[in-house]
């Protein structure tokens, strides 16, 4: 199974913008798309944005679009997260993971165990 580790959380100001970051092994970064989701407080974990494999394309939920993008760089097998506009509902436990392509991410099917996450809570 992958090894996932989510950096870039922190406590923020809303309208405030930070980036998250996700690593992952190269092997596993080269074979397959990835995806940002999140939980808040009492919710379900829900999608937010995934990037194919070739980085060409992405998809978004529709709550995040316009503020959040997703990218990848392949010399640091790393993903990206960019989140401007950060609104109060923001707030909550954001995760990477892995999954056979975009459509397969937005509807939650994922292939790796859920890491740690990182924390982001947007503040008034």
């Known amino acids: 199974q992958a090894q996932l580790v989510e950096s870039g959380g922190r406590l923020i100001k809303a309208g405030g913008s930070l980036r998250l970051s996700c690593a992952v092994s190269e092997r596993v970064f080269r074979s397959i798309a990835m995806g940002w989701f999140r939980q808040a407080p009492g919710k379900e974990r829900e999608f937010v944005a995934a990037i194919s494999l070739s980085g060409d394309s992405t998809n978004y939920a529709d709550s995040v679009k316009g503020r959040f993008t997703i990218s990848k760089d392949n010399a640091k097998n790393t993903v990206y997260l960019q989140m401007n506009g950060l609104k109060i509902e923001d707030t909550a436990v954001y995760y990477c993971?892995?999954?056979?392509?975009?459509?397969?991410?937005?509807?939650?099917?994922?292939?790796?165990?859920w890491g740690q996450g990182t924390q982001v809570t947007v503040s008034s």
């Open positions: 993971n892995t999954g056979p392509n975009i459509g397969s991410l937005a509807t939650m099917r994922t292939f790796g165990a």
